[in-house]
């Protein structure tokens, strides 16, 4: 099946540190990547759709300079936590699916986030 | 009304029970749906499709109902493996998006 992989798995950091987030397709090509952040018991909340070649959609209420998205090729989409802050702590999962909207996505291991 | 209500439960079943749970979506424009399972502090893994004519996964069995606008999930025979949270997914085209439901907690005890 469909593998993501999603890297680092847990980063633990200081205040003010700035903190990047690689997710790749490993065996499709992924025109479109989700970035989706989850907090203790509450359900995924999907933050921004990137693209391939173009700039990333974020959703409302999530600011798109504070989580730099970059989606350079069709295998590899990252997520940058800028001047992260210990409310920006939570479960940053990533996922892809192939070039049919209606195949289901597959998601990364995700990245456990703890700024101090 | 949320685009996608699921029962948050929790189920608490024991070892052996059958157990369904419930999802419905508010677009009748959706076009495919998933059961992810997510287990805790884990990402979620695609379970099963569901399909217009039912299909089923050994003790997993899913069904659509477009008229009513809803999917649904059963667990036959059920194992304290299958503690986790089920998320219902609704896609769409027309630039409808995949939306997640915030999931139904299970717990089967022994």
């Known amino acids: 099946g469909a593998v993501v992989s999603q890297h680092p798995s847990r980063v633990i950091c200081k205040s003010g540190t700035s903190v990047k987030i690689e997710c790749r397709s490993l065996?499709?090509?992924?025109?479109?990547m989700f970035w989706y952040r989850q907090f203790p018991k509450q359900s995924l909340m999907l933050m921004a759709t990137s693209n391939e070649g173009s700039k990333a959609t974020y959703e409302q209420g999530v600011e798109k300079d504070k989580f730099l998205i970059n989606h350079a090729s069709l295998t590899l989409s990252t997520l940058t936590v800028t001047s992260a802050h210990p409310e920006d702590s939570s479960f940053y999962i990533c996922?892809?699916?192939?070039?049919?909207?209606?195949?289901?996505?597959?998601f990364g291991d995700g990245t456990r986030l703890s700024i101090l | 009304r949320k685009e996608v209500e699921q029962d948050p439960g929790p189920f608490n079943v024991p070892e052996g029970a059958t157990v369904a749970f419930n999802c419905t979506y508010s677009?009748?424009?959706?076009?495919?749906f998933f059961w992810y399972r997510q287990d805790c502090r884990k990402e979620p893994k695609l379970l099963m499709s569901?399909?217009?004519s039912g299909n089923e996964d050994g003790r997993f069995t899913a069904q659509l109902n477009r008229a009513s606008q809803y999917i649904s999930l059963l667990i036959r025979d059920s194992k304290l493996s299958d503690s986790a949270t089920y998320l219902c997914v609704v896609n769409g085209g027309g630039g409808f998006k995949t939306i997640f439901g915030a999931g139904t907690r299970l717990f089967v005890k022994a």
């Open positions: 569901v399909y217009s």
């Open positions: 065996d499709f090509q992924a025109t479109t």
């Open positions: 996922s892809a699916s192939g070039d049919n909207s209606n195949q289901p996505q597959h």
């Open positions: 677009n009748s424009a959706s076009q495919s």
